[in-house]
């Protein structure tokens, strides 16, 4: 039994220290020097809203370790449905990370 909770409390360890990419404005990410780009991610689906569509982008960052994201683009082109959303992401530059620990 002791084991089978240990297990368990491991399994929840990485959800709980996990944290969500950050999405910054334009004049935030302007700001930034010690972050990288990188790149740029697109998202194209049927969603209801813009901020399903934000929380779409934030997911897509997360899943590309991104720290951070700045949206370039939500907008829905035609009566289809789809809405297309972009954005720029981020993370710290590798000798500032190590800096930081240190």
């Known amino acids: 039994m002791r084991a089978r909770i240990m297990l368990f409390l491991a399994a929840l360890l990485p959800g709980i220290t ?3 990419a ?8 302007r700001n930034m020097d010690d ?3 990188l790149g740029v991610i ?3 689906h049927n969603f209801a809203t813009e ?3 934000n929380l779409a982008l934030n997911e897509e960052a997360d899943v590309r370790n991104a ?3 700045r949206v370039i683009l939500i907008r829905e082109p035609g009566s289809n449905g789809n809405i297309h959303a972009s954005a ?3 993370r710290y530059h590798q000798e500032n990370q190590r800096k930081s620990h240190s």
């Open 18 to 20: 996990a944290t969500a």
């Open 22 to 29: 950050i999405e910054l404005n334009n004049h935030q990410a």
């Open 35 to 37: 972050v990288r780009s």
């Open 42 to 44: 697109y998202i194209n």
């Open 51 to 53: 901020s399903e569509a």
């Open 67 to 69: 720290m951070y994201y």
């Open 88 to 90: 720029n992401i981020y």
